[in-house]
């Protein structure tokens, strides 16, 4: 069986205390479900969470980072680096890093190479903006995402890749994709990649939904066949909601 996760992306929050009394009340927390747990700080509090969070089941991963090992990338943070303080997954693609920082699916491409080659897993993120959905070219879109960042890889590839399905116009707006949407979505993803790379590999990855997902809205999308998760913006900010939606499976 494929394995479920909900990741808590933390985005361009918490300082350094911040960090430290969300880390205090996550690990007040029982978690229910099987699903694997991941949190998502800002670089600076990376290192304190990995340590902090290092005996418990929460895993602690990137928001970013460069396709260069090393270099005169000014502001940037290379795999190694990562890896040196015990990172082993790293999320590429989020619509935030395309939209403002102009990422494309060909830089994306080569982080998703780097981040392979430096034996990390990657959450690969994409998804339409709500003007591909009103047109009916979502699947379009998110089809060309997937081909354009993964599809050269080697179907062994995905053992280390995990999809995230996230919808422009879900994030952060409170509009979440409905049940059948995101279901929806993510079969036609998991087909795309059942006739790329076969039945064994569209089964076997992990695909996550990620847009004003709440513990209000949770159990119903994670009860969805092809929905195998979460990734979390606002509500893994609160370490309650974070959990109920962890335990919502
Ligand atoms: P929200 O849950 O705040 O909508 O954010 C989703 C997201 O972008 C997670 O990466």
Partial sequence: MRKQIVAGNWKMNND??????????????EQT????VMVAPTFTNLYHAFE???NSSIEVIAQNMHFADKGAYTGEISAGMLKSIG???????HSERR???NETDETLSKKVDTALANDMRVIFCFG???HDRKSGNHETVVEQQIKNALFHLEASSFQNIVLAYEP???IGTGETASPEQAQDMHAFIRASLAKQYGNDVADATTILYGGSCKPGNAKELFSKPDVDGGLIGGASLVAEDFFAIVNAF
């Fill in 168 to 170: 422009v116009w879900a």
């Fill in 16 to 29: 350094l205390a911040q960090t430290e009394a969300l880390l205090t009340d996550l690990k007040k927390l």
């Fill in 33 to 36: 479900s099987g699903a694997e």
């Fill in 52 to 54: 902090s969070l290092k």
């Fill in 99 to 101: 939209e403002y920082f």
């Fill in 87 to 93: 990172i082993k997954t790293v999320i590429l693609g």
């Fill in 128 to 130: 339409e903006q709500l």
